[in-house]
């Protein structure tokens, strides 16, 4: 999960948490691959608006299959950067409720 705003990352972390996932949060694009440490993702919560890396280059980095939920504060600009991963794409938009996030995750895994 990657979110630059450490408010909205600490609130999607307890989402997923309370839903029972394991959670690998970063502030950064650079952090969450580093976090990772070449460990395959099973679902990625992205944030699109990132301090370098943004969350479409931390997705193109994960394998094709793993699938990709976008919190963003820009839905439209989200879908249109989709580039062709759309099956495996979610987007949801900011500000975003808990049982929003929950239904997404539980489509997507």
């Not at 990772?36 to 997705?59: H, I, K, T």
């Not at 950067?81 to 987007?91: A, D, K, L, T, Y």
């Amino acid at each position: 999960m990657v979110e630059d705003d450490p408010g909205v990352r600490a609130f999607l972390v307890s989402v997923l948490a309370h839903q029972g996932y394991r959670v690998i949060a970063a502030g950064t694009g650079e952090d969450a691959v580093e976090l990772l440490g070449g460990e395959r993702a099973q679902l990625a919560v992205l944030d699109v608006g990132l301090p370098g890396m943004d969350g479409f280059a931390v997705a193109e980095l994960l394998a094709p299959d793993v699938p990709v939920i976008i919190v963003t504060g820009d839905p439209v600009g989200a879908y249109a950067r989709m580039q062709g991963r759309v099956e495996n794409f979610q987007v949801l938009p900011k500000p975003v409720a808990p049982e929003l996030l929950e239904h997404a995750v539980a489509a997507a895994v």
